[in-house]
């Protein structure tokens, strides 16, 4: 029969965390820590410690230990563990409102050779998995090896707390679970508020009877003694007859932590009942912890990389926006980034006057209800989301198949007016563990289901779920769209218009000053040269003084011509042409080598494919990457300077490459800047204008240039230029 809802969250607030007893594989005992004595214990701590020991009103006698355990507990330091050898036991301390709770077990055998080399290989495989099913694939399979239990299951909470078996490594003893969902109820909320105090849990035999504490009351609190961090623990009865009617007589969990929360567990059965020692329990948690490390790090990185994935999304939605006179044309306009931003496959900007909508969604007036709706209900941060929006919109089954899923965020607090994103049902078949909703109730109290078959329910109403990442994506959009796009709207008009007028005004003064500068220049080099003719006299220090002079207003002569000439090449027109580029390679290098005879140089030059364009332009495009080439390997010998070429239908690729100083790929985004120098000016002469004319020239000609490098190995550039026939390409 069905319990009603009252009795299940009774069962629900068992106070699973104060048993008053203890499983019999181990003893408890808890001390005031003033005189180390002990006032409570559990009521079969003589067969392992002595009964003297038990309320003697008298300091604890375990030899050196009690000191072990006085400066521990002075330490500060969360947990206790040592071992007593003349009494064959381990010692387990922790603290609990003031008071010292010790535990005791038989100390297990030596720890099996080869347990550690196995750690180690483990901790190897699994860092060669990179995702998360792989992870926790060879965790359950390595826990099962370690423990012998007959099945180890990895257990995955969703957001509602149900529960599904991701992975599973067993001998065959016991059923699969391997997929099946369990829900919430099989495991409340007072139950995972201790798995995640109280890491690993082991109960070796169901069918144990549960040891009391005497006195039932601690004398110091007057209260029942809180276990929650007490590995004897003795569980809830329910949870008992949970394990029997799965046919699971031992059982041990390790939660799954990540970052704080409950992750998930690994849970461990056997069908006969099974004892692990303490050394392998903490070797499992640290297994655990280690897969826990490795879920949070894949999970982190899969997020990051769809989070700078949707970013550049909101950037080219950001530069259709203000490349339109109205944002929510340009908006609309990209269409298909603006269903990328979140995933979705529909989507409505619904302002005050208009209702644009994308892709697959509801109808007007059924969006303009969502919009009542959320104007009601939106979210205070202005950003909502929900999966399963029938939950919340009752009419929202209406058009479920377009809209169960919604993520939408407000563009304006003055009028109503949003961006909906959305999702259609997708039909599930979840299988369940055993039917979730059946209870049965005998004299008053709930017992737990004895099925854990194959159940199948159909889902429906239910949407594909919205990510952290999505979510913030959309937010971003919203900052983006009222911070900038609504409220600078004219702002940005006005500052477009501005820097156009101050570009032309630029372009112009700066082929003024280049060109009425060259003169002067001209005359310093001039009439330093005069001075040191004229006066033959001149001591040693006075010629180095104009031999500076000379050479500063040579480099300066030098960087107003590469000024002029990428001033000049905003105007030049471009008469394209077939060019011969083996013939123009072969004329540069000879040019560039004119004042480098004494290089040794290893020139590796390929047959180069014709090319189309201004065969001027082209020359100093060779010109400036092989003067570069040569320049930046004058520390090599030999210098090895290699160029070749492919052709397609499409264009004619040419590469350059070297084996001299190289540079950082991390700036590589400055290579191509006007007076961008990678390398100090002491160690390489030129004005840093070079590269940037290239690109500049590589650009008029619709094509492309690419630099890659490392530090002290060289460096390679690309450039593409494209075939007459490509289309929709044109040289400016």
């Keep these: 029969m069905v319990q009603p809802e009252s009795d299940l969250e009774g069962c629900a607030r068992e106070p699973i965390h104060i048993p008053g007893a203890i499983q019999p594989h181990g003893a408890l005992f808890v001390l005031r820590p003033s005189d180390m004595t002990v006032i409570q214990a559990s009521a079969n701590t003589g067969n392992l410690l002595g ?36 009494r064959g036991l381990i010692l387990i301390a922790h603290r609990s409102n003031g008071l010292i709770i010790g535990e005791v077990e038989e100390a297990e055998e030596a720890t099996p050779s080869g347990i550690f080399s196995g750690l180690r290989s483990f901790i190897e495989r699994l860092a060669a998995h990179t995702d998360t099913p792989g992870s926790l694939n060879e965790t359950v399979r390595f826990v099962q090896e370690l423990t012998g239990f007959d099945r180890v299951l990895a257990y995955r909470f969703d ?55 005497e006195p039932a009351l601690n004398p110091e609190t007057n209260e029942p003694l809180d276990l929650s961090s007490a590995q004897l623990r003795s569980v809830s009865p329910v949870h008992l007859e949970y394990m029997r009617n799965m046919g699971t007589a031992a ?33 499992c948690d640290f297994v655990v912890q280690s897969l826990a490390m490795r879920i949070a790090a894949q999970e982190r990185a899969a997020e990051a990389s769809q989070r700078v994935h949707l970013s550049q999304v909101t950037g080219r939605l950001l530069a259709s ?45 059924q969006l303009q209800t969502i919009v009542h709706w959320l104007e ?125 007028r101050s570009n032309k005004e630029l372009e112009a003064f700066s082929y003024s000053v280049s060109h009425d500068l060259r003169a002067p220049f001209r005359h310093i080099v001039g009439f330093a040269q005069l001075l040191r003719e004229r006066e033959g006299e001149l001591d040693e220090k006075s010629r180095h003084y104009l031999s500076n002079i000379s050479e500063s207003a040579l480099a300066a002569g030098r960087l107003v011509d590469d000024l002029l000439n990428f001033s000049h090449l905003g105007r030049t027109a471009i008469v394209p042409k077939k060019v011969d580029m083996n013939k123009l390679v072969s004329e540069v290098v000879k040019s560039v080598m004119l004042t480098q005879s004494e290089r040794k140089i290893e020139w590796r030059i390929a047959s180069l494919p014709v090319a189309w364009g201004d065969s001027t332009l082209l020359r100093q495009v060779w010109y400036n990457l092989v003067d570069n080439a040569v320049k930046y390997t004058r520390d090599q010998d030999p210098a090895v300077i290699s160029i070749d070429g492919s ?63 490392e530090v002290g190995k060289g460096a390679e550039f690309v450039f593409a230029l494209p075939t007459p026939d490509r289309k929709g390409r044109a040289i400016a």
């Design 376 to 500: 009601q209900n939106g979210d205070a941060d202005e950003v909502f989301a929900t999966a399963s929006l029938s939950a919340q919109l009752a009419s929202a089954t209406d058009f479920a198949d377009t809209a169960s899923g919604i993520l939408a965020i407000r563009l304006s607090k003055l009028y109503p007016s949003w961006l909906i994103w959305v999702r259609p049902e997708v039909h599930r078949t979840v299988i369940w563990g055993g039917d979730p909703h059946k209870h049965v109730a005998e004299n008053g109290r709930i017992h737990p289901r004895k099925s854990f078959g194959a159940w199948q329910e159909q889902v429906r109403l239910q949407a594909l779920p919205w990510t952290a990442a999505e979510i913030a994506a959309a937010r971003d959009l919203r900052a983006a769209i009222v911070g900038i796009v609504l409220r600078r709207a004219e702002e940005l008009a006005e500052l477009t218009s501005e820097l156009q």
């Design 159 to 213: 957001d509602a707390w149900n529960g599904q078996v991701v992975a599973e490594a067993g001998n065959g003893r016991l059923p699969s679970y391997l997929d099946l969902r369990f829900p919430a109820s099989d495991i409340p909320a007072q139950a995972r508020a201790l798995y995640a105090t109280n890491r690993v849990r082991l109960i070796p035999d169901a069918r144990y009877e549960p040891v009391p504490l």
């Design 51 to 86: 009964s003297s020991l038990i309320l003697s009103d008298k300091p604890l006698n375990l030899g050196p230990s009690v000191e072990r355990i006085r400066e521990w507990y002075e330490s500060g330091e969360p947990a206790l563990q040592i071992a007593i050898p003349d």
């Design 321 to 365: 926006m203000s490349a339109s006179s109205d944002w929510v044309e340009g908006l609309a306009e990209a269409r298909d980034d603006l269903l990328r931003q979140v995933s979705a496959t529909g989507a409505a900007i619904m302002t005050d006057a208009r209702c644009i909508c994308r892709g697959s969604t509801p109808s007007e007036p």
């Design 647 to 709: 052709a397609d239908m499409e264009q004619r690729v040419y590469r350059i490459s070297d084996n001299g100083v190289g540079f950082d790929m991390a700036y590589v985004g400055k290579l191509f800047g006007v007076f961008q120098r990678l390398q100090r000016a002491e160690d390489f002469e030129g004005t840093g204008i070079g590269l940037a004319l290239a690109r500049r020239i590589i650009d008029r000609h619709g094509g492309s240039i690419t630099a890659t490098g």
């Design 251 to 283: 059982s041990m969990s390790i939660s799954i932590m990540i970052d704080g929360h409950l992750w998930g567990l690994v849970s461990c059965h056997s069908a006969q009942p099974h004892k692990v020692s303490s050394t392998l329990r903490d070797l």
